[in-house]
Structures are given as structure tokens and as C-alpha cells.
T-cell receptor, first 109, second 114 residues
Framework: DAKTTQPTSMDCAEGRAANLPCNHS???????VYWYRQIHSQGPQYIIH???NNETNEMASLIITEDRKSSTLILPHATLRDTAVYYC??????????FGPGTRLSVLP | GAVVSQHPSRVICKSGTSVKIECRSL??????MFWYRQFPKQSLMLMAT?????????EQGVEKDKFLINHASLTLSTLTVTSAHPEDSSFYIC??????????FGQGTRLTVV
């Protein structure tokens, strides 16, 4: 079973920031938080991951709470091409990923 | 990011025949590869994990004799669906990771058994 809880769906206006929450209250000390997304009929695409500190790359920012029980993926300026299912996964490095249902993000024009 | 190439992207086969799907890591050595299956409107379900040179480890409920996995090199893994039936129709996705890389996914193979 997935160890994370995400909202089923979210809408975001094009050009605005998309903030996708994830709860992982049972996360262990050696588990990372990973985010992937899947655009329709494609394989999942890696977005970002982190352990304790906030992370930022060219795609997104990851904010992890101090107690590590939840996190937020931020897409700073959402575009129509960001419409996808976003998966939040907690995982010990090297082990397989267990996918939950994810959040279906719809970016609206 | 790293590239994982999966081939074919879609295949249609007759019931009772076998289909082979290839997964290649193009710019890194994949010490571990994962095979997933995804039915419509559902999430990815892990089928098996394979380490280079070792036998694959199958998840509960996945028939190892029906879904043959070979990971003979650090850049190639294959999944063969043997004696395919219509219920095997699905979206099959591979994932590869190296010793110091994240997991990267192939573009998926849509299998339709008629």
C-alpha cells in the first residue's frame, strides 16, 4: 500500500502557482519524498525528491515540513502542459516505488 | 535527465501468441529494473524487480512463467508476455535505476490482445 495521501484532483489557473500537498505521516527517517508525474498514456516523469531540506530544480520546488509528515510540490508558473497525474511517493533509496492514485492536476486556460 | 527507452510503444497481438517488450537505459548502467502494469484509470502496479544477472523477483499474484523477465546486461531488460490473452491487455511500463541515479521510466508499451 502507498504510504502517502494526496487529494484526488485539483485545478489551477494557467500562469499561477500550483501547490500540490502530500501527507506521509508514517515516513521513516531513511525514506525520501519523491514526486513523479504522468501525462496521459506516457511513462512517469521524475520531478524532484528530498529527504529533509527543501529542494528546487528547473521544474519545481519541494517543501518538506520540519516533522517530515507532509510536503508540498510547487509548480511556480503552471502551463497547460503541466496537466497530469502527480504522484507523491516515500521510498528508501534503491527500493521499488509504490504508486498511490496520485493527484490529477488540471491546468485551466 | 537520464533516458530510458521502451520498445515497442504499442503492439497488437493475437490471443495465444507471445510478445516481447524491451527496456533500455541509454546513458547509464541500470543495475535494477522494474516492470509495472497499469490498467485504465488506475495507478501503476509493480509486477517484478530485476537486478542485472539475477533472477527477477515477482510481486504476489504475478505469474513468473507467464511474464518472463530477462535482465542480461546493464542496459537492457526484456519482458515477455507468453500465451497472451485479452485480459493481459494493459499499459506496461519499465523503470531503471543505476547505483547513483533516481528511477527513470520508459514511455510505456500499450499491449492489446485480440
Amino acid at each position: 500500500d502507498a504510504k502517502t495521501t494526496q487529494p484526488t484532483s485539483m485545478d489551477c489557473a494557467e500562469g499561477r502557482a500550483a501547490n500540490l500537498p502530500c501527507n506521509h505521516s508514517t515516513i521513516s527517517g531513511n525514506e525520501y519524498v519523491y514526486w513523479y508525474r504522468q501525462i496521459h498514456s506516457q511513462g512517469p516523469q521524475y520531478i524532484i525528491h528530498g529527504l529533509k531540506n527543501n529542494e528546487t530544480n528547473e521544474m519545481a520546488s519541494l517543501i518538506i515540513t520540519e516533522d517530515r509528515k507532509s510536503s508540498t510540490l510547487i509548480l511556480p508558473h503552471a502551463t497547460l502542459r503541466d496537466t497530469a497525474v502527480y504522484y507523491c511517493i516515500v521510498n528508501v533509496y534503491g527500493q521499488n516505488f509504490v504508486f498511490g492514485p496520485g493527484t490529477r492536476l488540471s491546468v485551466l486556460p | 535527465g537520464a533516458v530510458v527507452s521502451q520498445h515497442p510503444s504499442r503492439v497488437i497481438c493475437k490471443s495465444g501468441t507471445s510478445v516481447k517488450i524491451e527496456c533500455r537505459s541509454l546513458d547509464f548502467q541500470a543495475t535494477t529494473m522494474f516492470w509495472y502494469r497499469q490498467f485504465p484509470k488506475q495507478s501503476l502496479m509493480l509486477m517484478a524487480t530485476s537486478n542485472e544477472g539475477s533472477k527477477a523477483t515477482y510481486e504476489q499474484g504475478v505469474e513468473k512463467d507467464k511474464f518472463l523477465i530477462n535482465h542480461a546486461s546493464l542496459t537492457l531488460s526484456t519482458l515477455t508476455v507468453t500465451s497472451a490473452h485479452p485480459e493481459d491487455s494493459s499499459f506496461y511500463i519499465c523503470s531503471a535505476r543505476g547505483p547513483n541515479t533516481e528511477a527513470f521510466f520508459g514511455q510505456g508499451t500499450r499491449l492489446t490482445v485480440v
